[in-house]
């Protein structure tokens, strides 16, 4: 659980973390504005689409939490996000009913201490880091990308909505998105995130490097309890054969947190999609 880093030996991975963070934004724009031939031979979903990218508006159809543009049109808005209309795996979704996972799942955190960058990209908080920090989820690793944070929660734990929601983004090698999703709930600030929302970037577009190495391990709740299923990007495209794992265990946020929040991006959670024959397990 403690930051610990594993090298990694391919060169592809090494490649990847080694970018500095403008290279990395270029990445991440570049793939946000991929037109949908380039997406389709991927065949995978992009990380960079799961809080959306602040650059869209260039390439992408502009899209929003609120009226006309919002989650019940986001199908209309260009026939590239018709998968939020037609998919079948959507998320978030109301998380009841878990079955017991048959093998218990091995879920372990690899992160380190790192630089922290906070991107206000219009949809979220969107923090990314410089150091390499990833997950082994039955011995697979996933490399973090960003974590970003939606208020309320979009995940639902038996019908209850928390205050606000973190998904930490990953892939792997392959490419197979994984997000981890942590409920935050209200109570006295844990020491890091106090510290991420000193430096909430209030302007559409801005980023404020953190003066601090933090470490986002901290961050994570201690238990690592957890329930997983199958899904999608909340955001528009709502690309499927995204693997979720929601932690139980929340972590810690102070009210007027919340409230600053809010004051910068608003309300940003899409509503609950329907399960449909999914299967949930807990581990
Ligand atoms: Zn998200």
């Known amino acids: 659980m403690a930051g610990t880093f594993i090298h990694s030996t391919t060169p592809q991975k090494f490649m990847v973390r080694s ?3 403008p290279q990395l934004m270029m990445l991440i724009v570049f793939a946000g504005g991929m037109e949908p031939s380039q997406a389709a031979q991927e065949a995978k979903p992009s990380a960079s689409h799961l809080s959306g990218s602040g650059h869209q508006q260039t390439r992408e159809a502009h899209w929003d939490y609120l009226g006309v543009e919002g989650p019940e049109h986001w199908s209309m ?30 879920l372990e955190f690899h992160y380190q201490t790192s630089e922290l960058h906070e ?15 990833n997950v082994d989820l039955n011995n697979r690793t996933y490399a973090l990308r960003q974590f970003h944070f939606h208020e309320p929660s979009e995940h639902h734990i038996e019908g209850h909505a928390f205050p606000m929601e973190m998904h930490l983004v ?5 490419g197979h998105i994984l997000v981890i999703a942590v409920m935050l709930k209200i109570g006295a600030d844990k ?32 238990n690592t309890r957890h329930f997983s299923y199958s899904g999608s990007l909340t955001t528009p495209p ?12 929340p972590i810690l946020i102070a009210q007027h947190d919340v409230e600053q929040f809010v004051g910068i991006i608003g309300h940003n959670a899409r509503p609950v999609q329907p399960v449909g024959n999914r299967h949930i397990e807990e581990n």
Request: glycine fraction near 8%.
């Open 19 to 21: 970018f500095a963070i």
């Open 77 to 106: 808005l260009t026939p590239k996000y018709m998968t939020c209309e037609t998919g079948r795996q959507q998320s978030p979704i109301n998380i009841t009913m878990a079955h017991h996972g048959h093998h218990a799942e091995t």
């Open 119 to 133: 991107l206000n990209n219009g949809h979220t908080i969107q923090v990314s880091h410089t150091s390499g920090c």
């Open 170 to 174: 990953h892939q792997d090698e392959h």
């Open 191 to 222: 020491p890091v995130l106090g510290k991420l929302w000193k430096w909430l970037p209030a302007q559409l577009g801005q980023e404020v490097s953190v003066p601090l190495n933090l470490s986002i391990a901290d961050i994570l709740p201690k």
């Open 238 to 249: 709502c690309t499927e054969g995204v693997q979720w794992i929601v932690l139980e265990e």
